[in-house]
């Protein structure tokens, strides 16, 4: 199911389709902000509301969600409920498999304290034709990259900052 089948606006579009309020952040955040990385998937901040987490429980259904695990190729079946999300302590990641690609969920990303935090500075960006979603600030970007310091995000953090650097350079 997975990353052959990676198919961004389908993700985004399902998800904005249910009305779900959630911030695009990672590496596809970064391509959206004209880094020039490669990735396949997408990571997403949604709100933690109760209607909310019915809405992207429901977007998830309708994408065939699964949980993404090692050697399981389809992922495992998993209990993409509200309740399920709700249940998540706030800095876990489920990180799901869906029909569309794969797709990581979290509440609370590395050096921020999650939705309201990211809101402040996201910016709307129309990430396919009549499809806008809240993107994660550059700054955030950077930020959460620096606090979760993987090996991934220690690469990308100077191709990131020069971006960053650029962009206030055009001001």
Known sequence: MASADFDPER??????DAEVRFILIGAMAAVLHGDVGVTVDIDVV??????NLHR????LRGLGARIRTEGE????L??????????LPPDSIANMTTEAGDLGVTFCPSGTSGFDDLEHDAIDIEAADRLHILVASLQDAIRSKEAASREKDRLALPRLRRLLDRRRGDE
């Open 11 to 16: 993700m985004l579009s399902a998800l904005a």
């Open 46 to 51: 949604p709100e933690r509301t109760d209607e």
């Open 56 to 59: 992207l429980a429901h977007a």
């Open 73 to 76: 190729s389809e992922g495992l």
């Open 78 to 87: 998993c209990d993409t409920s509200a309740e399920f999300f709700r249940n």
